[in-house]
């Protein structure tokens, strides 16, 4: 099967570097600063009301090679998490009272230890998340996935960018949307999408161009009707995630002469409401090395927590990272825009 193309750090691209990244997105001329749009809400300093939720990225290898992947993952990453952190991860599962455990790569059931995160999790209470690219339930030696998820009753968050093929094919490579199809099906045969069953399965969509997401409730109305009708297939919950301006959209952004538009069109829509429910604000990212961040998308492009506090899950406080303040950069408009954006979809 073909997969679009090979990843920034394969192809020796500069924007592999974080810190290229970060020169680009500060060099665009912008009608304020991200710092400046939170002051004008009373956001600043921006801070976190919990933490909810202990987002753990086990590595950057992936069987796919995604157009639009923030992470720039793919089957040529070696980053994977070493076992000094896996263990101090568990530890501190097992430790706190964080409710929610978000499980998240490249394709995270690559990892060696993956299933022992999730049974140890699992058995410490903890609500388990898996971000799956559905493709993974495919390949031979994953073809246990579906059964362990539903054994564990793991909550799957699974990435489509549309429901019709040319959308997702074009974004994710030939062939992965009928693979996703199947892996779906598998999953309802299970229980997942079923009413009542316990057996969450929720699907994230983001625009194939360079547009913000439309209505994410509207959205998730018409596909579950197409989802159903055209193939079958039944799920809980549609998210809607804005493409982030990092790694590979932000090279398909400057190599199209798209990207002072398009963080135009993020600045024009900042939403204080959105703002003010952002997933910084209850989540803590851990990163393969584990560093800590903010987000996800800080992760990327490497901008750790505030220096001021604990920087890596070693020297986790969970009172000290409740009480940090939150690393900002104007890509963070991506998450402020419309309806915003998160892990868990809109944000207002």
Not at 131 to 146: D, F, G, Q, S
Not at 155 to 181: C, M, N, W
Not at 238 to 253: A, K
Request: net charge neutral; proline share 6%; aromatic share 6%.
């Amino acid at each position: 099967m073909s997969r679009v193309l090979p990843t920034l750090q394969k192809r020796r691209s500069g924007l592999a570097s974080t810190r290229e990244q970060r020169s680009l997105l500060h060099a665009v001329p912008v009608a304020q600063s991200f710092e400046s749009a939170l002051a004008g809400a009373g956001l600043l300093p921006l801070r976190p009301t919990t933490i909810d939720i202990l987002q753990i990225n086990v590595g950057r290898k992936c069987n796919q090679t995604c157009r639009h992947c923030h992470v720039d993952a793919g089957p040529d990453r070696t980053e994977m998490m070493p076992d000094d952190v896996v263990d101090r991860c568990i530890q501190v599962i097992e430790s706190t009272g964080i409710p929610t455990v978000d499980i998240t790569g490249g394709a995270p059931e690559l990892h060696k230890r993956w299933r022992e995160i999730v049974e140890r999790a699992t058995a410490a209470g903890k609500h388990v998340i898996d971000r799956c690219n559905l493709t993974i339930t495919l390949l031979p030696n994953y073809a246990y996935l579906p059964e362990f998820f539903a054994r564990h009753r793991v909550h799957v968050v699974a990435s489509l960018p549309h429901y019709r093929p040319k959308g997702t094919d074009s974004q994710r490579g030939d062939g992965v949307f009928e693979e996703s199809i199947q892996a779906l099906r598998r999953l309802n045969e299970l229980g997942y999408g079923r009413e009542g069953s316990g057996l969450v399965l929720d699907l994230v969509t983001n625009p194939v161009g360079t547009f913000l997401p439309g209505n994410q409730s509207a959205l998730e109305a018409d596909w579950k009707r197409q989802m159903e009708r055209l193939y079958g297939v039944r799920f809980n919950q549609l998210y809607t995630i804005t493409n982030m301006p990092i790694s590979r959209y932000l090279e398909f952004l400057a190599e199209s002469g798209r990207l002072n538009e398009y963080m135009e069109r993020l600045v024009t829509a900042f939403n204080p409401a959105a703002a003010a429910g952002v997933m910084c604000r209850n989540t803590l990212s851990v990163g393969w090395d584990g560093v800590l961040y903010d987000c996800d998308f800080n992760q990327m492009l490497g901008l750790p927590v505030d220096p001021r506090g604990p920087r890596t899950i070693f020297d986790f406080d969970l009172d000290a990272l409740s009480r940090r303040d939150i690393v900002l950069g104007p890509h963070c408009f991506g998450c402020t825009a419309g309806a915003g954006s998160s892990c868990g979809g809109a944000t207002a």
